[in-house]
């Protein structure tokens, strides 16, 4: 998914190395049908862009789901929640 985020901001010329992106990721398992599940992904990405270059990020962190293979694949079964933090440099 890092991968993914990274294309789309680097379309947007936001560089994203060295250590420009992050990300933190928790998964929730559940009980569903007495069976153990990951039911949610939570992802937590910190960003450090250039000035004047966050409205392009956020556009960028509110799509890239969608052109992500893992959240395609795993679409329906596993909720993902994206949270940021937009740092400029």
Known sequence: MVGTLSGALEARKIPTSPDKVKASVQGVIEEVEGVLRITRIRCHYQVKLPDGKQAAAERALSVFERGCPVAQTLKG?????????LEPY
């Open 77 to 85: 079964a596993i909720e993902f929640e994206h949270t940021w933090e």
